[in-house]
C-alpha cells in the first residue's frame, strides 16, 4: 500500500492554504487539517477554517470534528489522523497533513506516543490557585521543550501539560516509536515583516466576522471562560464583547499575539531539521516531482 505522506506547515498567515490547495489538485490529494482550533464545530472565522468555496473541490478532513464545549486531545487528533491518512493511501490518493499546530503534527510525523492520563481533579485544583506565570515557570522546569512550544498564556494547556509529565514522570516530547510513513515536509518561510503584515491584513479582514461569532458561540451556552481558553482571537474578542477592554486594546492584542504565536510555532518547527523550507511555487514542484516521481500528476500510484 501507498505510504507516502507530504505536510505542508509553517507559521499562522503564512500562505499554507493556498499552496496545499494548488497542491492537492494538481497531485490527486486530500488534506487533512493539523490546526487544533479548526478541530472544533463554530470556531470558523476566529480559527481562519477554509469555506467550501476556498477548497475547491479538494476533500477535507478533521474540521469540525468536536465539540467546542469539550477539550480535544492531541491523543484524539493522532488517532483520527492516523485512520484518515490509511483511508486516503487506499483509495491510491495522496495525503496531505496541512497546519501550524506543532505537536499535532509531530504527533503523527515521529509517532509520538501520546501516554492516557486521565484529568487529575485534585491536582488541577491546586494548580489552578497559580498565576499563568507560576504555571509556566513550572512547566519549564519539569519539561523545557514543551514550555518553548506551549502557549505561555494559555492556563488550560499548561495546566494540561504539567498534569502529563507530573503522572508520567518524564518529558513529553522525546518519547517516540518507528514512523510509519515516508515523509516529505515542507515549510512555508516567511519574513517577520511579511508575517506581520499578513497578520494586520487578515485581522482587519476577519475582525467584525469574529466578534459575531463568538457572540453567537455565546448565545449557544458556550461560556466566556471557554471562549476565552481557546485563544488568541477568541479570547481577546471575547473580553470585549464583555465590555473588559476597548476594541483598539483588542486589536492590539490580537496583532502581538499572533505575532508572538508564529514565533513559537517557528521555535517548535526549526527544531526538525528534515523540513525543507521553501519560498516559492517553484521550488516546491521540484521537491514534490522527486517525491512523487513514481506518481504521474493527477494519476494513481504506479505499482
Known amino acids: 500500500m501507498h505510504k507516502k505522506l507530504i505536510v505542508i506547515l509553517g507559521p499562522t498567515a503564512s500562505g499554507k492554504t493556498d499552496l496545499s490547495i494548488e497542491l492537492a489538485k ?79 503534527i509531530q504527533s503523527v510525523v515521529d509517532g509520538v506516543e501520546i501516554p492516557e492520563v486521565k484529568p487529575d481533579w485534585k491536582f488541577r485544583k491546586k494548580l489552578e490557585k497559580k498565576s499563568t506565570r507560576e504555571l ?95 485563544g488568541l482571537e477568541y479570547r481577546f474578542v471575547a473580553q470585549y464583547v464583555q465590555d473588559n477592554i476597548p476594541y483598539q486594546q483588542m486589536l492590539d492584542s490580537i496583532q502581538k499575539e499572533s505575532e508572538q504565536f508564529a514565533k513559537r510555532q517557528m521555535t517548535w518547527f526549526k527544531r526538525d531539521k528534515k523540513i525543507h523550507w521553501i519560498q516559492n511555487y517553484k521550488e516546491t514542484e521540484k521537491l514534490l516531482k522527486n517525491f512523487l516521481k513514481k506518481i504521474p500528476p493527477g494519476g494513481r500510484i504506479v505499482q
Do not use: C, W
Open 26 to 104: 494538481k497531485y490527486k490529494g486530500e488534506i487533512i487539517s493539523a490546526d487544533s482550533r479548526q478541530v472544533y464545530k463554530g470556531l470558523d472565522i476566529g480559527s481562519g477554517k477554509i469555506t467550501k468555496k476556498e477548497m475547491q473541490g479538494i476533500p477535507h478532513h478533521l474540521l469540525d470534528v468536536a465539540n467546542p464545549k469539550r477539550r480535544f486531545t492531541v491523543a484524539q487528533f493522532q488517532k483520527l489522523a492516523f485512520k484518515k491518512i490509511q483511508q486516503i493511501q487506499k483509495k491510491g490518493n495522496i495525503p496531505f497533513l496541512v497546519g501550524g499546530t506543532g505537536f499535532y
Open 136 to 230: 509556566f515557570l513550572m512547566l519549564e522546569k519539569l519539561d523545557l521543550k514543551r514550555a518553548k512550544t506551549i502557549d505561555a498564556k494559555n492556563r488550560r494547556r499548561l495546566v494540561r501539560a504539567i498534569e502529563i509529565v507530573t503522572a508520567t514522570k518524564r518529558p513529553i516530547t522525546p518519547l517516540h516509536k518507528s514512523n510509519q510513513f515516508n515523509v516529505l515536509q515542507i515549510g512555508v518561510k516567511k519574513s517577520p515583516k511579511e508575517l506581520k503584515k499578513a497578520i494586520h491584513k487578515r485581522l482587519q479582514k476577519r475582525i467584525q466576522g469574529i466578534i459575531k461569532e463568538v457572540k453567537k458561540l455565546n448565545r449557544s451556552e458556550l461560556s466566556f471562560k471557554r471562549l476565552e481558553e481557546l
